[in-house]
């Protein structure tokens, strides 16, 4: 392969050289970041809610992967208009895949619940699940919509929001749902998962390089594959071996208007789903941003338009995550990337979703092997928001990881192999001289992203001493409360009027609003007797 001209282009020249080395190590990062995200929506739809394979397989997959590949096409076009406008011979173009905390986080707080109540309202699993499907489309639809509008106020999104709410919720997310599940998923297979864990953290976290520079996601999935497959069926990787049977699921994402038929039932589950696509839109900013100071000027609107098109383009076609561009641009253009590695990506997800072998290699490769890959985001997510937030705001980021942690509790707690339904139904309904645990624990989990917001924002702005701020912040807590788009009493996590509960429900939008309004009074209040004048800090 010809070596890269150290000189950059002269502006029109057609020189880019779009395909090096370095987009090889491109390809299987991105690639296998994809693969990890949809094993796991997989996998929970699948084993965590008994999902019909059929529906994730030939329905999700194929509009999912479609989108990723628009988007990564766009990506690629844009590398090459920037290397000939700019006469930038090295240009790495904006990675983009499969958004993980919402992916994972909609899998467990949209998509698996839906299944399970439309199941208890009489459907067969196939008829649920092929409605799920349709609230799953709907729920993209809706996000592909606000990140579209979202795409020409972003900046400004992102500075009346401050870091703390925006980088806590989505820590909270890395640290309770993509963190906690790929860990139990490791240590269920222990040698397996820890090889491949200890793999991760050795390349990844560490920063180490294998011998030859031989890629870390890759050997991780490589030897820990071979690991399992060595001592599984002799009983010694922890479990029962069942050998597996991957089959090609040929699917076309077709565009359908089958999403219309969701579009109601989908409403119910936008406190949950909407923070996601804000934070992806905020993401997409600090990305760009990124890549400008890597030396790749990228326009901030036509990334995040990018993103709404290939979030909308998923949803319409049958797809249920949405994509976004990922935070490793500089990494990527470190490791000697172009734009041949976005372009594989976009090829290799789109035409497995299609042609089924996706899921063929999903179903191939243990979870507990791709799941330190799961670990290593987490961990990344976590330490990007103590990072880059002040220093002084570090404790509105933890307080921010609270709901978060309920939420986790609350699907632990209502599976019905934990806690069999009667005894949850008990134990919510429960009387004291408080309010039940259990209920005030679901109530907190409900609409935990927004609610994760709005506290980091408000702890971090009581930080700053812009006390009127944090009473704002505060006011706009008691009014999602009130109406259940946070803090839902319903285990289901519905919007309400609050008359309209039963009466043990209907103490927590009452008390909850109460309580935050007395708040926000209390700090008014006291913005009158500080010494020091609001925003000094």
């Not at 890759?218 to 060595?230: H, N, P, R, W």
């Not at 699917?251 to 969701?262: A, R, S």
């Not at 309400?496 to 609003?513: C, G, H």
Request: charged fraction near 10%; aromatic fraction near 12%.
């Amino acid at each position: 392969m010809k070596t890269i001209d150290a000189t950059p282009l002269k502006s029109g020249r057609s020189g880019y050289e779009w395909f090096v080395l370095g987009d090889v190590n491109g390809f299987f990062g991105l690639a296998f970041d994809n693969f990890t995200v949809l094993s796991f929506l997989a996998g929970i739809l699948i084993l965590g809610f008994q999902f019909p394979a059929d529906v994730v397989y030939t329905r999700m997959f194929p509009g999912t992967a479609f989108g990723v590949f628009v988007g990564d096409a766009i990506y690629t076009w844009m590398a090459f208009r920037l290397a000939k406008r700019t006469g930038n011979s090295r240009v790495t173009a904006m990675p983009l895949g499969l958004d993980t905390p919402s992916t994972i986080g909609l899998a467990l707080t949209v998509l698996g619940p839906a299944f399970v109540s439309l199941k208890a309202q009489g459907m067969t699993p196939q008829d649920a699940a092929m409605m799920t499907w349709y609230i799953g489309m709907a729920t993209m639809v809706f996000i592909g919509l606000l990140k579209l509008v979202l795409s020409f106020v972003g900046s400004w999104v992102q500075r009346a929001v401050p870091q703390a709410g925006l980088l806590g919720s989505l820590a909270g997310a890395g640290l309770a749902l993509i963190g906690y599940i790929p860990i139990v998923e490791i240590l269920g297979l222990p040698i397996v998962g820890m090889t491949a864990l200890g793999i991760i953290l050795y390349t990844l976290v560490a920063g180490i390089r294998l011998p030859k520079n031989f890629p870390g996601v890759f050997a991780a999935v490589l030897i820990g594959s071979a690991l399992y497959y060595t001592l599984a069926p002799m009983g010694l990787a922890g479990g029962t071996y069942t050998a597996p049977s991957p089959e090609l699921h040929f699917g076309f994402p077709i565009p359908t208007l089958d999403f219309l038929k969701g579009l109601v039932p989908a409403l119910k589950y936008l406190p949950i789903a909407i923070p996601f696509g804000l934070l992806t839109v905020i993401g997409g900013i600090n990305v760009t941003e990124s890549a400008r100071v890597a030396g790749d000027d990228f326009d901030t609107r036509e990334i995040l338009l990018t993103e709404a098109v290939s979030t909308l383009v998923a949803g319409v076609c049958g797809g249920v995550a949405q994509s976004t561009p990922y935070i490793g641009q500089p990494a990527y253009k470190q490791m000697g990337s172009r734009a041949g590695y976005t372009l594989l990506t976009g090829l290799f997800i789109g035409l497995g979703g299609i042609l089924g072998y996706v899921s063929f290699i999903v179903e191939l490769i243990p979870r507990a092997v791709i799941a330190p890959i799961l670990v290593f985001v987490a961990i990344d997510i976590v330490c990007q928001a103590f990072i880059a937030t002040p220093e002084r705001h570090a404790p509105a980021v933890a307080f921010a990881f609270f709901p978060i942690v309920a939420r986790l509790v609350q699907i632990e707690l209502s599976n019905p192999d934990f806690v069999p339904v009667e005894r949850f139904q008990q134990l919510l309904a429960g009387t004291g001289a408080r309010l039940p645990d259990l209920l005030v624990t679901v109530a907190l989990g409900n609409g935990f992203i927004l609610t994760s917001m709005l506290w980091g924002a408000f702890v971090a702005k009581l930080i700053d001493r812009n006390l009127k701020t944090a009473s704002f912040y505060l006011l706009l807590c008691a009014a999602f409360t009130f109406f259940g788009i946070i803090h839902s009493a319903l285990p289901e996590g519905n919007m309400y009027l609050p008359w309209s509960l039963p009466d043990a429900a209907r103490r927590i939008p009452y008390q909850f609003t109460a309580g935050y309004i007395v708040l926000a009074l209390m700090f008014v209040a006291l913005s009158f007797t500080n010494t020091k004048q609001e925003g000094e800090s």
